[in-house]
């Protein structure tokens, strides 16, 4: 690898990593004003006016400059159009990220430009600079979406110890609403997360079960939907809730221990497909590390390249019909 010496060159690499690490501290400063916001907002007992100052901070961290401010609502105005704002946005809200989707979108698309200059002015090499692009392209999706799936994970399996301990409060005589505050203060993230975002909702004013339902639709879990759903239907046609609850809280674990069974149950097929992906261009690697020569016809000739194709749909589609006979919902 060799480094650029050209003085334009080096200019032009320190340009690309100011521009980048600007925008970077940027949404994380408003990230972090925002998550301020939201604490004051639950810990405060008349919050709107604090909270109101907060976001008045923020927007004035925007106007302080111009370009980056109207960066963000040309990405916001074309986001909206291509109707990307929306996904992005249920995906922030999910994990719980607290940047604006326009932040987000300009953050990653400043990346996808600058990631891929910053390889090809460092390497010299289109190759580097193409994964370099694939990897700022693809990584952050796929990473948030990763986070999103073990944060909904971990809080399915904190559901039911909380909806016991919510049914021991009201046992005790506390209402709902004081019964999810104290679970909100005890309970660890994600879902005491949530849950004191319910609590600072229900305190400016918002109905409990509107909080619960808008709640249950940003975390995206069943399990949660089907507790707030027993919740709202106990308000209507009454009952005793606590009882409601550990039924519930105990319908999830069992669901559980029957989910458990079932991936035991099926770990031979999933091995199995996983061998099928895994096995074939292994020893096709080893083959071709220990005699290039025999190897060589099925990279350099036309048949070869046909074979490697056909190989590749078949082992593509072997993997996906047997990881559809070993997926079972319960």
């Known amino acids: 690898m060799s480094v650029p010496s050209d003085p334009i060159v080096l200019l032009m690499l320190a340009g690309v990593v100011v521009s ?15 998550n301020r916001a939201l604490a004051d907002a639950a810990a405060e007992a008349g919050p709107r006016r604090r909270g109101d100052q907060r976001t008045r901070r923020l927007d004035d961290a925007l106007d302080a400059s111009p370009a980056l401010r109207r960066a963000v609502e040309l990405t916001a105005d074309l986001a909206s159009r291509k109707g990307a704002l929306g996904s992005v946005e249920r995906l922030l809200r999910a994990a719980d990220v607290p940047v604006r989707p326009a932040e987000m979108i300009l953050a990653h698309v400043a990346a996808v430009v600058a990631v891929p200059a910053f390889a090809l002015l460092l390497t010299q090499s289109a190759t580097n600079a193409l994964m370099a692009l694939v990897v700022a392209l693809l990584g952050p999706p796929f990473g948030l979406k990763t986070y999103v799936k073990l944060r ?9 110890d909380a909806l016991i301990t919510l049914a021991g409060s009201l046992r005790a005589g506390r ?20 849950l004191r975002k ?8 918002r109905p409990l079960h509107d ?21 709202q239907i106990q308000a209507e046609v009454g009952g005793n809730l606590a009882e409601l609850l550990d039924q519930v809280a ?3 674990r069992e669901r559980t221990r029957m989910r458990g069974e079932v991936k035991a149950l099926t770990a031979e097929g999933r091995a199995s497909a996983l061998m099928l992906v895994v ?12 005699n290039p020569e025999y190897m060589e016809p099925m990279f350099t000739t036309g048949a070869g390249k046909v074979m490697l194709g056909i190989c590749a749909v078949m082992i593509g589609g072997g993997y996906f019909w047997m990881s559809r006979m070993v997926k079972i919902e319960v």
Do not use: H
């Not at 004081?178 to 949530?194: K, S, V």
């Not at 808008?214 to 919740?231: N, Q, T, Y």
């Not at 096995?279 to 220990?290: E, K």
């Open 20 to 34: 980048v690490g600007a925008i970077a501290l940027v949404v994380l400063n408003l990230g972090a004003e925002r």
């Open 152 to 160: 909904r994970k971990k809080f399915s399996n904190q559901l039911p």
């Open 175 to 194: 209402s709902l609403g004081q019964a999810m505050e104290a679970l909100a203060r005890e309970a660890p993230d994600p879902m005491g997360r949530e």
């Open 198 to 205: 319910v609590v600072a909702e229900v305190r400016l004013g």
């Open 211 to 231: 909080t619960l339902a808008d709640a249950a639709e940003r975390i995206d879990s069943p399990d949660f939907k089907w507790a707030v759903l027993a919740m």
């Open 250 to 252: 105990n319908t999830m």
């Open 279 to 290: 096995m074939v261009p292994a020893l096709g690697l080893a083959m071709a590390v220990m």
